[in-house]
């Protein structure tokens, strides 16, 4: 079903580029507040330690100090966003007992300028007992390895099974099974804006929080749960976000500490995080070790999967069970495994916590599921886009009890990225040093699981309507730089026939905005808030067309429509009323109720994952310099299906994006740890890819219409950055020989392991 | 001890305390309010911070305050014209999709401005080489690079339509 559209589809620049382009943006670190302290955060300098005794009365009489904390001031309540299984609930906003991490937070101290507030933190002495600590994953579950949490003696904190069909039967009545261990290492979200928080507390104890988060309502829960406040008496304010990608979706320490001492003082607190605290001690990309096997059937037919998965998760669980739990859905996914089955295992390491990034457990799924299809294809003598068609998923299949495909254009996607790329020339007559290699993706277009326990609908909108011919939109959708403001207000201009300048917008203020939303993650907004916008703008529309067709005397068999500022009969488009007269008609026949409505979306019955999948496929084309190993991606082509494309420059600028964060997975990026601690603290030392390195990169849209999104709409931009690191590794093998199963791909690894 | 100077930003003079070891960041942040100029890093390996000092591009997260002294100083507020007016780089920035979070914006627009004050119209390659000093982790660059190309374009019309 596709319907012409006025605004939806179009290259709609955002909402807030002009404050943006001129400085006037205002991110939480810009926030200033009479009489605001300055706070800072005292972390731990070893991997596993017990706190003996901490003495604060130096740093407490330190002229210009107001504050300082430690765990035991606090009321001792542990938070994380698994509400319904409080188990998995093993943070303390700053350390009781032990530390787990070289930069765990012990103690907080604010003063009148951030200058005294450090100095003052060297004044902290803190006693500790060294434990000894665990790196790596096999040590961890090792026999008699040292315990991070007494809760969980074998440091496996969740463990997440799926199974169907019989695998072991499917791999005897195979021709070809593959077995492989893939490594992959744990990369920074490295958003650009270090996380901040700004807090405030009123004569009546009420706290506002401002902060660069994803996800205003969760803080606002769990700040409640962990200060002992009623959630009513927690208002967060989401500013300007300087980026997320998964970083920012939790509570965090100083967004207590901030709370916290703003009650205690009185006095407003700002805690900035610095660039080095944030590689030091920041949320990352889950480093995993991955078995995975697979069976197959001479013609290519996949026979079923095995996959076992243990995720690094350093010292605490943040958004390591979804990752688990997702890592499982998505090692399903792209190809029709008709026996499945899946073991993963989130493990407690002394090493900064992994959480949720762009991809939640996908990218590092997927870089398994497509390296191996890769290697299979070779070993099976079948061209790599010929296995993949052969075996993909197509609209109207199931994954048995998880999920129903609505929508899939994926082998639309490896057709349209073969013939994009001259895939058969460069793969069968290609040039020395150089390779072609392809990725695919699938992704979720938000989840359906509820495991934060919210008692309110997933995503709610609320819509007023004025007699001039304005809307304002208010949601709690946190836009982070992702563009969700601006697609929001195309969906609603498109249903109510309203230009994007008549509509105002109000996002992300727990305390004005319409309860509730879970934030911004899991690829989830344009889904789910496009829906409740949607509800909200059909429920208006009712309203408008009941006052013009008792105005005009309609009779009840004619449909009526909103466009170009009008509202009419649709039979009659030339009996049209404006927009604004329609509002103040409806309101009079209300005696002067102004017209407000809301609208709601929870995916119901849509599986155990996600109401709808994105799907893509992505072809890159590399030189591997012969002595030096260097490589240098010269081109990207990527097709893929995200249904109907809302916002064009929107979707370009998150497909763009996500390549820049795929080449330094794939390449570039990585923290050099020694012992729990984290050597490169600053971008010259973790490479992140910069214009010089990202290559040209050409892309194609295959239309798909998904019947649960909003206009046909689902997930854009978060899938992109899964196959950018399987592509390019496979473009390394094809050029070199060197197949690499252990990110990133470093000239050292292709030296030792090319074939010619 | 604090020393009083006098610091000329945006065309305007401002005199401040600072410290002698004060960034000009924090100075302009912090005593001036100029927000837009944004701290990414602090050590000079991001771009976010960028601002102009007589007519140059450099990191205000490495400068001193107190060596600003009789330099002119322009942040990212001060490029635009006017209140309804944006500079062309900046409105090229909007209008190609440049910006997602925002938070390199200032730096970029400052570091592009250089680069077209010193080559009207670079090719693409001098303007990826010219920003890649300045991160971003949103974009991937590419928009960001045809913004600056087409601002140049813009920019190089209107000196020639002010000349003829
Ligand atoms: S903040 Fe100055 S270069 Fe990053
Ligand atoms: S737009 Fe977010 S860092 Fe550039």
Redesign the pocket.
């Known amino acids: 079903m596709k319907k012409d559209f006025s605004i939806v589809g179009k290259s709609v620049p955002r909402n807030d580029g002009k404050a ?1 382009a001129t400085g006037t943006a205002t991110y939480t670190d810009d926030i200033k507040l009479p009489g605001m302290l300055h706070g800072k955060i005292l972390r731990s300098p070893f991997p596993h330690a017990r706190i003996l005794n901490i003495d604060t009365s130096r740093a407490a009489s330190l002229p210009g100090v107001k504050c300082v904390i430690t765990g035991e001031d606090t009321p001792k309540i542990k938070y994380g966003n698994w509400r319904l299984f409080p188990d998995t609930q093993d943070e303390y906003p700053l350390a009781i007992d032990k530390v787990r991490f070289i930069g765990d937070e012990v103690a907080a101290v604010a003063a009148v300028d951030a200058d005294t507030a450090e100095e003052a933190l060297e004044l902290i002495k803190v006693d500790y007992e060294e434990l000894p600590g665990i790196f790596d994953i096999d040590s961890a579950i090792k026999e008699g390895a040292p315990v991070l949490h007494d809760y969980c003696p074998g440091n496996i904190s969740v463990n997440r099974k799926i199974h169907y069909g019989d695998i072991e039967k499917a791999f005897a009545e195979s021709d070809y099974v593959r077995e492989d261990v893939f490594n992959v290492h744990a990369v920074s979200p490295a ?3 270090p996380c901040a928080a700004v807090a405030q507390c009123d004569l009546d104890g009420r706290i506002t929080l401002w902060t660069s988060t994803q996800v205003p309502y969760i803080v606002q829960c769990l700040l409640a749960s962990t200060m002992g406040m009623r959630e009513n008496d927690v208002r967060v304010i989401k500013p300007f976000v ?2 997320g990608f998964g970083g920012k979706m939790e509570l965090r320490t100083w967004e207590f500490c901030a709370a916290f001492i703003a009650k205690k003082t009185g006095r407003p607190v700002k805690f900035t995080m610095t660039r080095e605290e944030e590689f030091l001690a920041g949320r990352r990309r889950h480093a995993m070790k991955l078995y995975s096997k697979v069976g197959f059937k001479k013609d290519g037919t996949l026979t079923g999967k095995d996959l076992r998965i243990y995720l690094d998760g350093g010292g605490y669980n943040a958004m390591g069970p979804t990752a688990t739990f997702l890592c499982g859905t998505f090692g399903a996914m792209l190809y029709r495994y008709p026996n499945y089955r899946f073991w993963g295992q989130h493990v407690y390491t002394n090493k900064p916590p992994a959480s949720a990034m762009r991809g939640f457990g996908a990218p590092q799924s997927l870089f398994a599921t497509e390296s191996q299809m890769n290697i299979a294809a070779e070993e099976l003598g079948i061209d790599p886009i010929e296995l993949r068609i052969k075996n993909a998923q197509v609209t109207g299949d199931e994954i048995p009890d998880v999920a129903t495909i609505s929508s899939c254009g994926f082998i639309e996607a490896l057709q349209k990225a073969a013939e994009m790329s001259g895939w058969k020339e460069k793969r069968y007559s290609p040039k020395p040093g150089q390779g072609i290699g392809i990725g695919c993706y699938s992704f979720i277009s938000g989840g359906v699981f509820n495991w934060f326990n919210t008692q309110f609908p997933f995503s709610a909108a609320e819509v007023r309507v004025f007699d001039d011919g304005t809307a304002h939109l208010l949601t709690m959708a946190a836009d982070i ?1 992702q563009g969700c403001d601006t697609v929001l207000k195309q969906i609603l201009a498109e249903e109510l026939g309203l230009k994007m300048e008549d509509i105002r917008i109000t996002s992300a203020d727990t305390s004005t905005t319409p309860q509730a939303d879970l934030g911004a993650w899991g690829s989830r907004l344009t889904m789910m808030n496009g829906n409740a916008v949607l509800d909200a703008a059909k429920k208006i529309k009712a309203q408008l067309f009941g006052a013009v067709s008792a105005r005009q005397n309609l009779n009840v068999i004619h449909e009526l429509g909103c466009k170009d500022g009008m509202v009419f009969p649709k039979s009659r488009p030339d009996r049209g009323i404006p927009f604004g007269e329609a509002v103040a008609m409806a309101q009079k026949a209300n005696r002067g109720e102004p017209l407000v409505e809301r609208g709601y979306y929870t995916p119901r019955d849509k599986g155990l994952v996600t109401p709808a999948f994105s799907f893509g496929a992505q072809i890159s084309e590399v030189e591997v310099d012969k002595d030096t190993g260097v490589v240098r991606v010269k081109k990207f082509w990527t097709a893929h299906d995200c249904g109907t494309v809302i916002n064009q420059m929107a979707v370009e600028g998150q497909l763009e ?1 996500s390549i820049q964060m795929g080449l330094g997975y794939a390449l570039s990026e990585q923290f050099v740890m020694e012992d729990g601690k984290t050597l490169n603290t600053n971008f010259l030392d973790y490479k992140m890819p910069n214009a010089m390195d990202v290559p040209p990169s050409e892309v194609a849209h295959i239309e798909t219409y998904e019947p649960e999104g909003p206009m046909g709409a689902k997930e854009a931009g978060e899938g992109l950055a899964i196959p950018t690191a399987p592509a390019i590794a496979d473009a390394v093998h094809h050029a070199t020989g060197y197949r690499c199963k252990d990110l990133p791909i470093t000239p050292e690894k292709i030296l030792a392991g090319k074939k010619d | 001890m604090k020393q009083i100077i006098e610091l000329n930003v945006n065309g305007e003079s401002y005199t401040v305390a600072v410290n002698p070891w004060q960034t000009l960041n924090e100075v302009l942040r912090e005593e001036i309010n100029l927000t837009g100029v944004k701290l990414g890093c602090g050590s000079g390996d991001c771009g ?1 911070c960028t601002v102009m000092v007589d007519g140059r591009a450099v990191s205000s997260c490495l400068s001193l305050a107190v060596e600003m002294v009789g330099k002119e100083i322009m942040t990212v507020e001060g490029m635009a014209p006017s209140g309804e007016e944006l500079h062309p780089i900046q409105e090229s920035f909007v209008k190609k999709g ?8 200032p730096g ?1 627009e400052l570091t592009a401005l250089n680069l077209l004050n010193n080559n009207p119209s670079p090719t693409y390659n001098e303007i990826r080489e010219a920003l890649a000093g300045n ?5 991937g660059y590419k928009k ?1 690079i045809e913004a600056v190309g087409a601002a140049g374009q813009k920019m190089k019309e209107a000196s020639e339509r002010k000349t003829s």
């Open positions: 943006k958003y650009l804006e300087g980026g730089g994006g | 976010a440049a910006i997602q979070c925002g938070f390199c914006t970029m991160l971003c982790r949103c974009t960001i």
